[in-house]
């Protein structure tokens, strides 16, 4: 298989999950600024919500688009619809 660059280099630290959302684009959360991202297939990347650090593995329901953010050092689940 093969490695390639993901995003335009602002995503940088503590990338902690990465789901890809079914059209080609990847979200893609940063643990200790508790950033959530889109990464578009150009490479772009998107701030979709500022969290608290802690934003941990994410999982996505392509079906509803619908992902779920565990915000691991508040014990919470937070689930945002990705338009």
């Known amino acids: 298989k093969s490695v390639r660059v993901l995003g335009d280099g602002k995503l940088t ?3 902690d999950a990465l789901e ?3 059209s080609g684009r990847y ?3 940063d643990w200790m600024s508790g950033q959530f991202y889109r990464v578009d297939k150009t490479g772009k990347t998107e701030e979709l919500l ?3 650090k802690g934003a941990a593995d994410i999982g996505y329901d ?3 688009k619908t992902v779920y953010i565990p915000q ?3 014990g919470l689940l937070y689930a945002y619809k990705v338009e």
């Open 13 to 15: 630290g503590n990338l």
């Open 20 to 22: 890809p959302d079914g």
């Open 27 to 29: 979200l893609v959360t």
């Open 50 to 52: 500022s969290l608290e």
């Open 62 to 64: 392509p079906a509803t």
């Open 72 to 74: 691991m050092m508040k």
